[in-house]
């Protein structure tokens, strides 16, 4: 069991109101925000690269429709979860409520990483739409070095305020541990480190095709908050409530045709926070689980570019996984909702093994 700086008790049914009040705040703003990137001409730039530099040929066949759609839609999520956390601040100082939502030792964290990353990704879909920068948009180095910076200051909390240094072994007893704690020390760092670039980027991987991430990630988020939720970190299961509320209201205008897209501004947010939230309750071990169609959609890119490289062919008809699925006529919402199925399934094993190991 954790030793949070403070685990106040709250109530599913405040839980649930959260993430309704999440729902709800997102889905007042969304078309006076949709109308905004309308005004600005915020619309998504088609790619016409494949991951492997050859042409987007696949990608360009089935998505050329979807030239101009605003994109960006990111900073409505993280920001009516922003909204939703100050609102539960503002319940709890009238004394309606004993506790709010922003509490330092458990939302603090992931509610930096949250806006964070979401601002580095704003940045690279600002420069996609304008067509700055070698690969239209931010240049990778700079933009695995500011996630590197972020991330490690991130790990610094966990690692000097939190005094985080082992991971939880699901079975670890089985596997002939002599506990269920992996005792990593200082290596705890690049690894924290290592996992939250790499979800954050296979969670970006995976946002191709409408309401594909975003249906992962309530899976995703539901699935965490309920472990926090039997481990007793209430806060941690609300506010995994409040983003999956905030991204179904989202997902409720992205399904196909989809109205708007996240971006980078929030498949990285959300990506990244989903590590650190793994972290936070000590499952960062089923978060393959948990996370599993994302694992796949980014070793997919990972496989395809590496058989590019030193084969010269093409193990997929496409990267990420998802196109590839499109390219054998599954069509767009067959893919998504069988890859939400496929999602549904591993997480429910995550949580079993996260509740049993």
């Known amino acids: 069991m954790l030793s949070l700086p403070i685990r106040p008790s709250i109530s599913l049914t405040e839980i649930l109101c959260y993430s309704f009040l999440a729902f709800i705040i997102a889905l007042i703003y969304t078309q006076p925000f949709v109308r905004v990137l309308h005004h600005f001409k915020l619309g998504k730039k088609l790619r016409i690269d494949a991951v492997d ?12 429709a979807k030239a101009g759609t605003p994109t960006m839609g990111g900073i409505l999520i993280w920001g009516s979860i922003v909204i939703t956390l100050f609102i539960s601040r503002l319940i709890a100082a009238q004394g309606l409520i004993d506790h709010s939502l922003l509490q330092r030792g458990q939302v603090y964290i992931p509610l930096a990483v ?14 996609n739409i304008c067509g700055m920068g070698k690969n239209r948009g931010l240049n990778a180095i700079p933009k695995l070095c500011f996630l590197i910076l972020m991330s490690a200051a991130a790990a610094y909390w966990f690692y000097f305020r939190l005094q985080y240094q082992s991971i939880h072994v699901p079975f670890g007893h089985l596997m002939g541990l002599s506990s269920d704690q992996l005792e990593l020390g200082v290596l705890y760092i690049p690894f924290f480190i290592f996992v939250v670039i790499g979800t954050a980027n296979a969670v970006n991987v995976t946002d191709g095709l409408d309401g594909l991430a975003g249906g992962l990630l309530i899976i995703a988020f539901g699935a965490f908050g309920l472990i926090a939720y039997v481990q007793s970190l209430y806060v941690l299961a609300a506010f995994c409530g409040v983003v999956a509320g905030a991204v179904a209201a989202f997902l409720w205008h992205n399904v196909p045709p989809a109205l708007f897209f996240m971006g980078d501004t929030g498949a990285l947010a959300l990506g990244g926070t989903l590590a650190v939230m793994a972290f936070m309750i000590n499952q960062v071990l089923i978060l393959p689980l948990i996370g599993f169609v994302f694992v796949i959609e980014m070793l997919s890119v990972i496989i395809q570019l590496t058989s590019k490289r030193f084969f010269k062919r093409k193990i997929f008809r496409s990267a990420p996984f998802h196109h590839h699925l499109e390219a054998l006529n599954w069509g767009e919402s067959k893919v998504t909702m069988r890859l939400w199925i496929i999602g549904t399934f591993f997480a429910f094993l995550g949580v079993l093994v996260g509740m049993y190991g």
């Open 53 to 64: 530099g050859a042409s987007a040929s696949v990608f360009l066949n089935y998505h050329q």
């Open 114 to 127: 949250l806006i964070g990353f979401g601002l580095l990704g704003a940045i690279d879909d600002y420069l």
